[in-house]
């Protein structure tokens, strides 16, 4: 395993010196690290599945809560795997320089029943144990992504245009004939406001929130692509350490907030769609490209995995493709 870097050792030495100075800590509490501010919608996971893991444990296990304010998401995936904490909710994405595995579930059928049942689950459980000392506990589908613009698009083209987006959605976004920007979430609205991009590639909720109609976003483009998706890990020592039956509560509820997160976020995202037509937002289809847009994406995150660890990204990939999990 690296060794941390200077900046995580810091902030790990520091959070262990509150730690220690608050006395130590009952063995049932699980310390909890969350890659998002809890007023985002994907951050919602979190409180759910504490609560059901206090519940079906009658009490003996119950879950804490540090965000990004404490380590960048970035950076969250080595404290878990030191045990500086026991249990993380992230994405993919966040830690795909250590393993892109994660994140190409982003372009896999979210069905979380069939990922389980066709053996993708258990594949990709017993990858993070080995590669890096963590438990998968649950694959959470949080709704497919959209490409939102401040022009109407031409012909199902994006030509000239400037499209905030992660590097995941690059590939899309450069087949439509836009270029990429990277920028961070908080600086989306005034970007749009200035014209520095056209529009942004986003999940289908959270707009809403950040109140981007207002800053000229008009179109929101079908199809949708891909999914969003959350992973919940613990520690694979401290996951091991605990009482069989306490294990098979983390293991259960991480499968059982995977069914719920279906029906939540679609909840979410009808409220969303209601909201945003109601401040004069269209929905309308990519015409000519429409039948390209799902496999641009799924294209574009293997490549981009496989970039990274080809060949474990390739074994895993031919399983997907067995399966039929494909989600172009």
């Excluded at 993919?92 to 994660?102: D, E, R, S, V, W």
């Excluded at 496999?295 to 474990?312: C, L, M, Q, S, Y």
């Amino acid at each position: 395993m690296s060794s941390p870097s200077k900046p995580l050792l810091a902030a790990v030495l520091a959070l262990a010196g509150l730690v220690l100075a608050a006395g130590p800590v009952h063995a049932k509490e699980l310390r909890g690290l969350v890659s998002w501010p809890p007023v985002l919608q994907i951050a919602h996971i979190w409180p759910e599945f504490g609560k059901r893991v206090e519940a079906a444990s009658n009490g003996a296990l119950t879950l804490t809560r540090s965000g990004p304010e404490v380590v960048p998401p970035f950076e969250q995936i080595e404290p878990l795997q030191n045990g500086l904490f026991h249990v993380l909710l992230t994405t993919g994405g966040y830690h795909a320089g250590t393993t892109p595995i994660l994140s190409t579930f982003d372009a896999i059928l979210p069905d979380p029943a069939k990922i389980r049942a066709t053996g993708l689950f258990d594949w990709a459980d017993r990858f993070y144990q080995e590669k890096l000392g963590v438990k998968l506990l649950a694959i959470v589908p949080t709704g497919a992504y959209q490409i939102m613009t401040t022009e109407r698009p031409s012909a199902g083209r994006l030509d000239g245009m400037k499209i905030r987006g992660t590097s995941v959605y690059h590939p899309l976004i450069r087949n439509l004939g836009a270029s990429p920007v990277v920028l961070p979430a908080r600086e989306v609205f005034p970007a749009l406001q200035k014209g520095v991009v056209d529009g942004i590639a986003w999940p289908r909720y959270a707009v809403a929130m950040f109140k981007m109609y207002e800053a000229g976003l008009k179109f929101s483009m079908r199809p949708y692509y891909g999914q969003a998706t959350a992973g919940i890990l613990v520690n694979l020592e401290t996951f091991q350490a605990l009482p069989k039956d306490q294990q098979a509560v983390l293991v259960e509820q991480g499968r059982a907030v995977e069914t719920w997160a279906l029906g939540y976020y679609e909840r979410v995202i009808d409220e969303e769609a209601a909201l945003l037509a109601s401040k004069g937002v269209e929905y309308i289809d990519w015409g000519p490209t429409a039948g390209n847009i799902r496999k641009w994406f799924a294209d574009g995150v293997w490549d981009n995995a496989a970039r990274i660890d080809p060949e474990n990204v390739a074994a895993f990939k031919a399983l997907v493709t067995t399966r039929g999990m494909m989600n172009d």
